[in-house]
């Protein structure tokens, strides 16, 4: 979703959590680290249902 649907593409916030949750794929970031930067872009987005 990060990489082709994503409302505010490009944002700092965006862009923040697209490298977080690459990096965790390869082990590089702790899972908590990409998850918490994928809720800050999806709450600037507006489309975090929490």
């Given at each position: 979703?990060?990489?082709?649907?994503?409302?505010?593409?490009?944002?700092?916030?965006h862009q923040s959590a697209l490298r977080a949750c690459r990096r965790a794929t390869s082990g590089d970031v702790a899972p908590d680290v990409a998850r918490a930067a994928l809720v800050e872009a999806a709450r600037e987005a507006h489309i975090l249902i929490e």
């Open positions: 979703m990060l990489t082709t649907h994503w409302r505010d593409a490009g944002s700092p916030k």
